[in-house]
DNA sequence: ACCTGAACACCGTTCAAGT
DNA sequence: ACCTGAACACCGTTCAAGT
């Protein structure tokens, strides 16, 4: 996405900021702060200089967002050594891209707005193709696999960073408390059980698991 | 969530707004505006009061939104025939929750904010627990199913929100042309093969395709 | 070409006062 | 108890001008 510096025209006033600058800047707030702090003033100050003179850099907000995305996968998404077998190894690929943004949550609002993700996951999502065509599935059932696993990935992200977002905020937490005490056993009697467990059962890391039931299933023969 | 409306004190001004009206005007904003154009100082103008008077009904806005959720569900999420068969009833259960969430897609800012949604739902994900069960798995195992169902589900919902809001917007739908025109194909050859038909396959709505193969792969024992 | 200052058109929320 | 007015502490972005 972010082009090799361009060849520099010597014309023209000499640029006091550059955009590998603002990203870097924009980046050390947002892990330091939290997303929510990365704002085009804040990161002006941060800089030195105008809230105008980052729009000389990037197109707006969105644009250095995604710039971010791309800096945070490309720094920390290394390619791994893959499994030989195809189903393991789209596991182990989506594994690696789950785990690249799990570490960085605030990417939710990001990854979002687009159905694939950095230029720099590329390789993983051709691993993930790949691997679904050598286990027997046509190119475009594979496509569909893949899609399959993102919605699932993207989802598993999404759902855990709202979770610990609301362990942070202040009483919303108990609002699945109040739920499950007022459960009806009559009606709802299956949650009724597990209601003493839900907390500990959903705080559980059970990506792994769900990735493997799911690629599993996109690989057995339909059940009609 | 919404209790019944307490037993009305008699001591003190009577209101002039109530929070069903609140509730009511924010929909019709929502949904004939847009999530984005919901705020609390234009929906006091719409309502012919202040801002300020809002939050006597409200907490704030994260929880009017929330509201919105509930508001939407009890309206549209009727309980269906469910099939027999407790595999299908799984399916058809997901199905249900997917499909009133995807007739409002700017839910998805809140949906994000709670692991199970509107208790409105709660019948359903008793019907996939219960049907998880009935199939032959441990009511943790249950529990964790549904929770990759519903991973899977709000991913879903999220990433064609997305991808639908980016078709609106002016040209970043070409970011996605400008990857693909550019794949190498000794490096990528899966991708460079489906290339040209990716648009079309990810245009296809393959939410009941993918939920099938998860919810079989939950089922079937596992490949170790 | 790059940067600045001032302005536009907004936000959510708090506080003190009114009825 | 409910509502209002004014204010606080911000936003992203545009426009016209400066170097």
New binding site residues.
């Given amino acids: 996405m972010s082009q090799p510096s361009a060849p520099?025209?010597t014309?023209?006033?000499?640029?006091?900021?550059s955009r590998e600058e603002v990203i870097e800047k924009a980046r050390r707030i947002v892990t330091e702060e939290g997303v929510d702090?990365?704002?085009?003033?804040?990161l002006a100050t941060e800089i030195g200089?105008?809230?105008?003179?980052l729009?000389?850099?990037v197109r707006?907000?969105?644009e250095l967002l995604v710039l971010l995305l791309d800096d945070h996968t490309a720094r920390t998404l290394h390619r791994p050594e893959l499994p030989d077998d195809p189903r393991e190894r789209v596991v182990a690929s989506a594994a690696a891209i789950h785990e690249v943004l799990a570490a960085c949550p605030w990417i939710v609002e990001v990854l979002t707005a687009d159905d694939l993700m950095s230029a720099s996951a590329l390789w993983f999502v051709e691993q993930m193709v790949d691997g679904l065509v050598e286990c027997g599935l046509t190119p475009e059932q594979a496509v569909h696999g893949y899609r399959a696993i993102w919605y699932y990935t993207a989802g598993e992200i999404t759902v855990r960073t709202a979770a610990a977002r609301r362990r942070a905020g202040d009483d919303r937490a108990t609002y699945r408390e109040r739920v499950f005490a007022d459960l009806d056993p009559g009606e709802l009697p299956r949650l009724t059980q597990v209601a003493d467990q839900w907390a500990s059962l959903t705080a559980e890391n059970t990506y792994l698991a769900g990735l493997r039931a799911l690629v599993n299933g996109l690989l057995a023969p339909g059940t009609p």
């Fill in positions: 520099r025209k014309t023209g006033r000499p640029p006091r900021i702090r990365l704002t085009m003033r804040r200089s105008t809230p105008m003179a729009y000389h850099h707006d907000k969105e």
